[in-house]
């Protein structure tokens, strides 16, 4: 079966570093991505990974390891703004993206 | 319009009605997919079309059809709704040329059934 696991929620305090893990079991794999939503919104895009290693983007990384089935999502700097929860997606052999249940992260002053 | 819409934002039906949601893209997005998002569960995918005129089957395709007689237009009909088809609705679209599948979402459909 498919399966993509996250952690339901996390907390962090403003300023800090937060790193939210997702591990992955798919038919085949084709890239894996990291959305955000907000409480109320649509899924917006983080970032793309397919090969491993760490892509970083401002104050968010995203890491893979292929081998590990094995992702994770590094927010710095952590804003008030980034209270939301966070999507990871795994393509897979169908070119069809598979969600995990999203890990809602909860910043506090 | 910039980017996906959908209609209606929200709506409240009577289990045993019909109901088709609306989904407009303006990005000439080949592909378009609606995904049904539950608390506690990831987004869902009930049904995709890679090209105008084509269209597929998802996670959770029972009691849910869609048409695509164009590119822009992606509509989901639920001929006898449910209970349990209480949920948000969010419909994406990508284009399938680029070099990974990024998915745009719209702002979501929010379906009580009665």
């Known amino acids: 079966g498919q399966n993509i696991d996250q952690p339901t929620e996390m907390t962090a305090t403003e300023g800090a570093i937060v790193q939210i893990n997702c591990t992955y079991q798919t038919s085949g794999f084709n890239g894996l991505f990291w959305y955000q939503q907000h409480a109320g919104e649509a899924p917006t895009f983080l970032s793309y990974?397919?090969l491993d290693g760490l892509e970083e983007k401002g104050r968010f990384s995203s890491f893979l390891s292929r081998s590990k089935g094995y992702s994770y999502l590094l927010l710095k700097e952590l804003q008030m703004k980034d209270s939301a929860s966070y999507l990871c997606?795994?393509?897979?052999?169908?070119?069809?993206?598979?969600w995990g249940a999203g890990t809602k992260l909860i910043i506090k002053p | 319009i910039a980017g996906i819409t959908q209609a209606p934002t929200s709506q409240i039906l009577a289990a045993g009605r019909r109901m088709t949601l609306r989904c407009t893209q303006d990005?000439?997005?080949?592909?378009m997919y609606w995904y049904r998002q539950d608390l506690g569960l990831g987004l869902r995918l009930i049904h995709y079309?890679?090209?105008?005129?084509?269209?597929g089957k998802g996670e959770v395709p029972d009691g849910y059809s869609v048409s695509r007689a164009n590119t822009d237009d992606f509509p989901l009909t639920l001929a006898s709704a449910v209970p349990s088809q209480t949920s948000v609705y969010f419909c994406a679209s990508s284009d399938r040329a680029e070099s990974y599948n990024e998915q745009f979402f719209g702002p979501g459909t929010r379906l009580t059934v009665l």
């Open positions: 997606a795994v393509e897979d052999s169908n070119y069809q993206l598979i």
């Open positions: 990974n397919v």
């Open positions: 990005m000439r997005h080949n592909a």
């Open positions: 079309s890679n090209t105008a005129g084509t269209t």
